[in-house]
């Protein structure tokens, strides 16, 4: 029998505001333990929450950004459980009016484009975190670090509209592109400002009726989501072919084993007898403010993939590439404006600057080469100043200290020589030096030609116009 | 000295003349606190080093007119004080100290009060004066054997404090001060900051102010009162001058009394006869007795009960043992959780919780909570349609005088029995004050008014027109 995955995914992302969303304390990652807390965010008696504007408004656009209806009133609940990392005895969340639902995200599969749809986008705050020594079952204590209790939150619910890991992965590198662009989040998975749940589940090829799922969790790459989808999916097609059924359960992924392991199960699920806290009153987003917000998004990927293949003429391939992060796509769209022959300057960005990118480890926000500098190497090919072999070498010397490519030029001596007669003489010793190719190439060997153009350019360190030097060669031996 | 008249006006009268000195009251009415402690067991916290440190940071001019400084007050210990435990009459929370002060205590304390102790409340608050308290009953200063409600009622009623601070969350504020034979006014929700206040159902609950006469209550509200910003849910409705608004005439003012209050549950026969004398007074002075229907006003208690065990059972979800309050040993989180809540909460507020998690969960929600919440809407416009046509409402504050102290705690019930008058304040967020009556009698108990929305000084107004002709013999310690 073949089976048809289903799969939904649960996305948590870290907000990007500098303080968390019920209190003054600092979201930095990475702090002393227990070093940005407060009364409100340890839960201490008598303490109250004050909810912090900039993530309603950042959740707001994340919203926006993944295409959902905004709501225009809602109440933040108590999500009630009992665990060590929760200050409060509850999570406040948005159980009864999410901020955003109904949106979706497009992403490219082979080609074609899928339409993921959003269930819905919800703000609240993170939990603590708990620490052990080694296992959590053979530690001799718990430890519990509150620094991220209260860092606001939004989860991002699919449907369960994906088929397979890779479009998984897919959508959350698409996720993740688009909340970058929107400066919401850092969306780091390895420090876990953006994480990953999936809910699992296979049918019959063909079959209407869901089966039962597992929510797999503590997948913490992109590559240990795919993993452990696909490992899920295998897990869960045996057991059907045993012709048992899969178990309702919350599994836990192991990156070094590969392998998911059971967690808790799903018959005895929670009971969160979530209702509005009164101590949060209810909010009513304002339509101008929903407008203000809409107005400041910047262009997003799609829009601009768009744009570069419109106005650019540039191949989808390239436009996709352009504009993986938002940074890249305002470079080129800077370097298209200082020079504009837009494929040129792709080529460039997907051969050269990309290469050393990836190479060096470098982000393009921290590459020296600058979208001027970059426009004055291209001019310099254009008018014929350097060959286009030079200037690779010289984007190498740009992209190690930032200089700009005239002065590299200048100071290296790379000038192109396009002077007829400096080549002439150039082409005329090689011409007497190498008697045998000449022949061959007079004898009909056209590949000889090659070589001596090879021996005026060795000669002239690379310097020489080769279309010159192809030309006078040519008129020369016919 | 005489302990038991004196209001905050005397006492600035007598700082002012030279009659007495800060030093001098302030050790008088320690001792007198210690004594009353003996007797009643009003105080779960009297710390003589704090109170001293008090007393020793008072910079304030003594003596000036509405002034608060040097005067002694109480409060309820589920107010978090710096450097003085918060116990919320709980066991668990028997060694908690607060590292803030509650937006109340800062505002006393800048003002020059003299907090003198952290007085006896129910566990946590909850419940309609039940007797609840780990640290043991209060008794009534006007008769042993009865309840004062809370302690913060029997130390002003028994002269070691001039004013309390208390939570009333139902009528608990309310009942103590009818029993008790003071004044009790819990203020629209949001006059007055709960930062700091420990509560059991925010949605409910709020600061009221415990003493013996309008003006004093007017200037404690004036101190209190006022926007907070760390509390989202206080208002920044402008606060009056409420010692001028006590002033004046009642005549021409609207006074609704229920149609069918007499049928109220556990009505007794003199509450009834002196709400009726009371109501005789107010004709007298010009007021128009109106009849007005405010059909579920008899359903307020039980919607308050469920409302508040759903709202208790999450709020107080982190007395845990986790970071706070007292923790049992064990080497298992949910058994460390559960054998720490076993030992550290109480019998009716461990029963109390366990009905709101039954009454919040996915069985029960729509049936109960739910239900509870369409009922409270249901009130509130009631009593908004009814105080459209009337100033205010007039009841009894308890149908029944202070239950003795045997009886109270005895209670098996969720919804108190006591607060079946109160509770619709509670709901609706409306100001409500208790008035004294029969404190000719050693059994005094109320009559309650409540109002519009910070409409507080019209309550004041009536309180102090009443209370005009009355000589009260307070009882003697």
């Not at chain 1, 000449?438 to 060795?458: I, N, S, T």
């Not at chain 2, 509450?271 to 004709?283: A, N, P, R």
Request: with cysteine; aromatic share 8%; proline share 4%.
């Amino acid at each position: 029998m073949k089976f048809e995955p289903v799969i939904g995914l649960e996305i948590h992302v870290e907000l990007l505001t500098n303080t968390k969303i019920f209190c003054g304390c600092s979201t930095t990652f990475g702090a002393e333990p227990n070093s940005q807390t407060c009364p409100v965010c340890l839960g201490l008696p008598g303490s109250r929450p004050v909810l912090n504007k900039r993530a309603v408004e950042f959740a707001i656009r994340a919203a926006l950004a993944l295409n959902c209806n905004i709501v225009d009133y809602t109440t933040f609940d108590r999500k009630n459980y009992f665990y060590a990392d929760l200050p409060k005895g509850y999570q406040i969340s948005q159980y009864f009016y999410p901020t955003g639902t109904n949106g979706y995200v497009d992403i490219n599969v082979n080609g074609e484009t899928k339409r993921i749809r959003i269930h819905q986008l919800h703000l609240e705050e993170d939990t603590g975190k708990l620490l052990h020594v080694g296992d959590i079952l053979a530690s001799p204590y718990s430890r519990v670090d509150f620094n991220r209790a209260g860092v606001p939150l939004v989860e991002i619910v699919t449907e369960p509209d994906i088929k397979n890991s890779e479009e998984a992965r897919l959508f959350l590198q698409k996720l993740r592109t688009i909340l970058l662009y929107t400066g919401i989040s850092d969306c780091k998975m390895e420090e876990g400002s953006m994480r990953c749940d999936a809910n699992i589940s296979i049918m019959p090829k063909g079959s209407k009726t869901f089966g039962n799922k597992t929510e797999l969790k503590n997948m913490n790459s992109f590559r240990s989501v795919q993993r452990g989808i696909e490992y899920e999916i295998t897990r869960q097609s045996k057991i059907l072919k045993s012709n048992q059924e899969v178990i309702p359960e919350t599994r836990h992924w192991n990156e070094s084993k590969g392998s998911t392991t059971a967690m808790r199960s799903k018959y005895l699920a929670s009971d969160y007898r979530c209702f509005p806290d009164p101590n949060v009153i209810p909010l009513e987003t304002d339509k101008d403010w929903i407008d203000q917000i809409r107005e400041a998004l910047p262009e997003l990927p799609d829009e601009k993939q768009a744009r570069f293949v419109k106005e650019y003429g540039l191949p989808e391939y390239d436009a996709e590439v352009l504009t993986s992060t938002k940074e890249l796509a305002d470079f080129y769209d800077e370097t298209v404006t200082l020079f504009n022959e837009p494929k040129t300057v792709s080529n460039w960005f997907m051969g050269e600057l990309m290469g050393l990118l990836n190479n060096e480890k470098v982000e393009i926000t921290q590459c020296k080469v600058t979208p001027q500098n970059l426009a004055n190497l291209l001019q310099l090919i254009d008018k014929g100043t350097i060959s286009g072999k030079i200037a690779k070498n010289v984007f190498e010397e740009m992209f190690k200290d930032g200089k700009d490519p005239q002065a590299i030029v200048e100071e290296k001596g790379l000038i192109q020589i396009s002077d007829t007669a400096e080549l002439e003489k150039v082409v005329e010793e090689v011409v007497e030096a190498n008697p045998g190719p000449v022949e061959d190439f007079k004898g009909g060997k056209k590949k000889a030609l090659g070589f001596l153009v090879g021996q005026v350019m060795k000669t002239t360190k690379g310097k020489a116009n080769p279309q010159m030097v192809n030309k006078i060669l040519g008129d020369k031996l016919k | 000295m005489n302990f038991s008249n004196l209001t905050i006006q005397e006492v600035n009268h007598m700082y002012k003349e030279g009659q007495t000195t800060l030093n001098e009251l302030s050790s008088k009415f320690f001792d007198r606190a210690k004594n009353v402690q003996d007797k009643y067991n009003a105080f779960i916290t009297l710390d003589s080093d704090y109170y001293n440190n008090v007393v020793e940071d008072i910079s304030e001019e003594l003596g000036e007119d509405h002034s608060l400084a040097g005067i002694p007050a109480v409060l309820g210990d589920n107010i978090c004080t710096k450097n003085l435990r918060t116990t919320c009459g709980s066991k668990i929370m028997e060694n908690y100290i607060s590292p803030f002060n509650a937006q109340v205590v800062d505002k006393l304390l800048e003002a020059g009060v003299i907090i003198s102790g952290k007085g006896n409340i129910d566990e946590f608050g909850a419940g309609d004066s039940k007797g609840s308290s780990y640290y043991g009953h209060s008794k009534n200063p006007w008769n042993e054997k009865i309840t004062p409600g809370n302690g913060a009622a029997c130390a002003i009623a028994s002269g070691t404090a001039l004013f309390g601070l208390a939570s009333d969350a139902s009528g608990n504020l309310r009942q103590s001060a009818a029993y008790c034979g003071i004044a009790g006014l819990k203020p629209t929700y949001g006059r007055v900051s709960r930062y700091g206040l420990i509560d059991y159902a925010p949605s409910l609950d709020q600061i009221g102010i415990l003493a013996k006469n309008a003006r004093d209550i007017a200037l404690v509200l004036a101190c209190t009162a006022g926007k907070d910003s760390r509390d989202v849910t206080s208002l920044d409705n402008p606060v009056p001058k409420y010692i001028n608004e006590i002033q004046g005439q009642l005549e021409g003012l609207k006074v609704g009394i229920v149609k069918n209050w007499e049928e109220a549950g556990s009505l007794e026969n003199e509450v009834k006869k002196s709400f009726q004398k009371e109501i005789e007074t107010l004709k007298e002075k010009g007021v128009k007795i109106i009849e007005v229907d405010i059909p579920s006003l008899f359903h307020s208690s039980t919607v308050t009960a469920i409302i508040g065990a759903v709202e208790a059972f999450s709020n107080l979800a982190n007395f845990d043992g986790v970071r706070f309050g007292c923790r049992a040993e064990s080497k298992h989180l949910h058994e460390m959780y559960i054998k720490t809540r076993t030992e550290g909460l109480g019998t009716y507020l461990k029963r109390f919780l366990t009905f709101g998690a039954m009454a919040s969960s996915e069985k029960h929600f729509n049936s109960l909570f739910l239900t509870a919440q369409k009922m409270r809407t249901k009130i509130i416009k009631e009593l908004q349609k009814t105080l459209e046509e009337v100033d205010m409402i007039a009841t009894p504050t308890v149908p029944f005088q202070a239950p003795s102290l045997e009886s109270s705690g005895k209670d098996e019930g969720i919804t108190g029995s006591a607060d079946v008058f109160t509770s619709a304040a509670n709901l609706a967020g409306l100001p409500a004050i208790s008035i004294p009556v029969n404190i000719d009698t050693s059994t005094p108990t109320g009559f309650q008014l409540m109002g519009r929305t910070f409409e507080e000084g019209t309550l004041l107004k009536v309180l102090h027109s009443l209370e005009i002709n009355k000589n009260i013999q307070w009882p003697t310690v």
